[in-house]
């Protein structure tokens, strides 16, 4: 498979790109592994930036702890409502759910910015309707 691998147009000082069929790329800065999706990106994020930004989604997620929250906006993905659970974002397919677990519907939602909900890590959503 190594053999397969072919070189990246975009090329940075320190890295060593790889284009991994025509949808990804690796990049390797010494035993470090970086897999970008869709083409080459000449500047991946680096693991310090990864980590900070995963300490930003958990400093975000204890903020709503317990919470529904949704994000602004009239789309479909703008209206599903979540429910953060140990720092993770569930979604609740069923408003039989939220009754259940003692929330009120809609005065228990919280819109909050799409930064925000972006930030929080995805967990499995809530199927159950009780």
């Known amino acids: 498979m190594l053999g397969a691998l072919l070189r990246c147009k ?8 790889r284009r991994v069929w025509s949808a990804h790329c690796l990049a390797t800065v010494g035993a470090v592994l970086f897999v970008m999706s869709v083409g080459c990106s000449p500047t991946p994020r680096s693991p310090v930036a990864l980590d900070e930004s995963a300490k930003q989604g958990e400093v975000i997620a204890t903020k709503y ?8 906006g009239a789309s479909t993905e703008d209206g599903k409502v979540y429910v953060v659970i ?27 910015p799409a930064s925000d909900l972006d930030a929080i890590p995805s967990g499995p959503p809530i199927e159950d309707s009780k």
């Open 86 to 112: 140990e720092g993770k974002k569930h979604w609740v397919t069923h408003a039989e759910w939220i009754q259940a677990h003692g929330y009120k519907w809609p005065d228990d939602v919280k819109q909050i």
């Open 65 to 72: 702890e317990h919470q529904l929250i949704r994000r602004p």
């Open 10 to 17: 975009a090329w940075t000082p320190g890295f060593r790109w």
